[in-house]
């Protein structure tokens, strides 16, 4: 039973496989500027910087894990929301398993397609196992010692 998690404002929920069709970045690219689609999958190989000049014209992009120990895709995700400033859905398409869901959030990604062998439900626990998050990622830009620091100057400030 697998599917597809989604993040809403409400939290991540499971969602039905949605038929979205990705093209290869290296079709797309060759593809007529009129042909192209408006959602384009990235391989590990793939840079993402050459998607900058086009982003406006995708609504979608799947970045794809073709093994669980192949890490790229983080990367490639982390690049896409912090340095080209992507803010469409950011699909992790492949060897998506539970184990690295909390990390893939922390990334950037915001859709999840989960594999087969993969029971959904039980992969929404996924992102409330990590209770205090230290480092600065793409979903929590501030370190732990840094929202401490704002939290104490907001405190002492208002009982000055």
């Given at each position: 039973m697998s599917g597809l998690i989604r993040f809403t404002p409400q939290g991540p929920v499971?969602?039905?496989?949605?038929?979205?069709?990705?093209?290869?970045?290296?079709?797309w690219l060759a593809a007529p500027v009129e042909a192209r689609g408006g959602a384009v999958v990235l391989a590990p190989t793939d840079d993402p910087a050459a998607l900058d000049e086009h982003l406006s014209s995708l609504s979608a992009i799947a970045i794809e894990f073709p093994k669980p120990t192949d890490g790229r895709g983080f990367s490639i995700a982390t690049l896409l929301r912090t340095r080209l400033g992507w803010t469409g859905e950011l699909r992790a398409v492949g060897?998506?398993?539970?184990?690295q869901l909390a990390f893939m959030a922390r990334c950037g990604f915001d859709v999840f397609d989960l594999r087969e062998e993969e029971d959904g439900t039980a992969c929404l626990r996924a992102f409330s196992e990590i209770g205090v998050l230290y480092q600065g990622a793409v979903d929590q830009k501030l370190p732990l010692f840094r929202r401490r620091a704002q939290a104490l100057a907001a405190i002492a400030e208002r009982d000055a």
């Open positions: 499971l969602a039905e496989k949605d038929g979205r069709v990705f093209t290869r970045f290296a079709d060897a998506v398993a539970y184990d």
